[in-house]
C-alpha cells in the first residue's frame, strides 16, 4: 500500500468509502454486512487505514454498520472521517444533535477527520450563517480533542468553494472534492485543485471513477490506452492519473464487493504516474466522452444579452452538458433547485434571439428543452 504523509501521519493513499457498501435485496438501506465485514477485514490485511462513512449514507445505517465492523479493531489501528449532514438544510440547528449521534453510532469518541458535507449552492448562505453556530462548535471539538482535523467536501462550483474558503479557508485542514479525469474539465477540477492549493490545503479525492462510469468507457478509447500500458485496467488509469497530482492525498473509493476492493488495492500497491504522453491520452478520452454528448458552449456571453428572461444560459448549458455527459446524477438536479423559478431551463420562451449571436451556433432552446425533459 501507498502511504502518504498528512501532519505526520501515514494515510493509506487509497481510503475505503462507505457510501457503497455490498446490499442485500438491491435495497440500499440493507447493508450486507457479513460481506462487509469480510471486506473490511481484507481492507486492514492489505493496509487501508482510512475510513469514510457519513450521517445520510445507506439511509443512516452506514456509521452504525461501520462502527460495529471497524470496533473489532484497535482505535489506533485506523482512522474514521463522517461528515455533518448540510446538505438537508433541516439539520443546520442540530449540528450538536447530530455530531453526539455519530459518535455514538460509530462508537467512537472522537473523529480523526470530520467534515461540512456538500459545500454547494443549495447550502452556502446556511452553512455561513453564524446564527447556527456549525463553525463554532465544530471549533470547539477540535479543540477538546473530538475532531482531529476539520475539513469539507464540496460538489459546488468554484466561486462557491471560493467563498467558502474565504471564510472559513484558515480553519480548514483538508478538502474533499469530486476529481477524476473526466472531471478534470468538465467540473472545473483542475481549477478547484489550484484554489485548494493556494489555501494549502490538500486534497481528498471522491468519485475517482465516477460512480464506475470510467470502468467502462468505449472500446475503441480502451484500446487505445492498452497500447500505451498493456497491463492497466480502465480502472487502474483513472486511479493512475490520480496519481500523478501532487495535490492528492487520500483517494476513496465506494467499492461495492469484494472483487473491487482487491483489485483497487492491487493497483496501489504501487505508484505509477502518468507521463506527459499518458496524460495526453487520458484526456483525450474525456473530451471524446464530453464532445459525444455535450454542447460546445465557450461560455462567451453573447446570447445572455439577447435573452428576454435574463437567463444565464452558459451556466444552465454548462449543468446541461454535467448531466448528459454522465447519464443523469444529482449535481444538475441539485443546482437547479437552488434557482429562482424564473431562471431555471423552463423559464425558455423559444424566441431564439439567443441562438441568433451564439458563435457555436448551439439550438439554445432546443438543447434546454431538452433539459427540462432529462430533469423530469
Wanted: charged share 25%; with cysteine.
Amino acid at each position: 500500500m501507498i502511504y502518504k504523509d498528512f501532519q505526520g501521519m501515514k494515510l493509506s493513499a487509497l481510503g475505503m468509502g462507505a457510501m457503497r457498501l455490498p446490499v442485500i435485496g438491491g435495497e440500499d438501506a440493507q447493508i450486507d454486512e457479513a460481506a462487509a465485514k469480510e471486506m473490511v477485514a481484507y481492507a486492514m490485511e492489505h493496509g487501508i487505514n482510512y475510513y469514510d462513512t457519513a450521517w445520510g449514507y445507506h439511509g443512516g445505517n452506514s456509521e452504525l454498520v461501520m462502527g460495529r465492523l471497524l470496533k473489532e479493531y484497535p482505535r489506533e489501528s485506523f482512522y474514521l472521517a463522517s461528515k455533518f449532514p448540510g446538505y438537508d438544510l433541516a439539520n443546520m440547528p442540530k449540528v450538536e444533535e447530530i455530531f453526539e449521534k455519530q459518535l455514538e453510532k460509530c462508537q467512537v469518541d472522537y473523529f480523526d477527520f470530520y467534515l461540512f458535507h456538500n459545500v454547494c449552492e443549495m447550502n452556502i448562505d446556511e452553512y455561513l450563517n453564524e446564527e447556527h453556530g456549525i463553525y463554532d462548535y465544530l471549533m470547539e471539538q477540535k479543540q477538546n480533542g473530538r475532531i482531529k482535523h476539520l475539513g469539507f467536501s464540496a460538489h459546488g462550483s468554484y466561486d462557491i468553494m471560493k467563498r467558502f474558503l474565504e471564510a472559513y479557508g484558515d480553519s480548514m485542514e483538508f478538502c474533499q472534492i469530486q476529481l477524476n479525469y473526466l472531471d478534470w474539465t468538465l467540473q472545473e477540477a483542475k481549477e478547484k485543485v489550484e484554489l485548494l492549493k493556494e489555501y494549502h490545503i490538500p486534497v481528498w479525492v471522491m468519485e475517482p471513477v465516477r460512480g464506475g462510469m470510467l470502468a467502462n468507457i468505449k472500446e475503441e478509447s480502451a484500446a487505445a490506452l492498452k497500447e500505451l500500458r498493456p497491463e492497466e485496467t480502465s480502472v487502474a488509469w483513472a486511479f493512475r492519473f490520480l496519481q500523478t497530482i501532487s495535490e492528492v492525498t487520500v483517494t476513496l473509493s465506494g467499492m461495492s464487493n469484494y472483487e473491487q476492493l482487491k483489485e483497487n488495492i492491487q493497483t496501489y500497491e504501487t505508484e505509477k504516474p502518468l507521463n506527459e504522453e499518458e496524460m495526453k491520452a487520458i484526456l483525450d478520452v474525456a473530451d471524446l466522452m464530453i464532445k459525444g454528448t455535450a454542447v460546445p458552449c465557450t461560455a462567451c456571453h453573447y446570447c445572455t444579452s439577447h435573452c428576454p428572461q435574463g437567463l444565464d444560459i452558459p451556466t444552465l448549458l454548462s449543468l446541461y452538458n454535467e448531466h448528459s455527459v454522465t447519464g443523469g446524477g444529482f449535481i444538475a438536479p441539485m443546482m437547479i433547485g437552488t434557482m429562482p423559478e424564473e431562471k431555471r431551463p423552463g423559464a425558455c420562451v423559444g424566441c431564439r434571439s439567443c441562438e441568433a449571436v451564439c458563435p457555436q451556433q448551439i439550438k439554445i432552446s432546443e438543447t434546454l428543452a431538452d433539459f427540462v425533459a432529462k430533469l423530469g
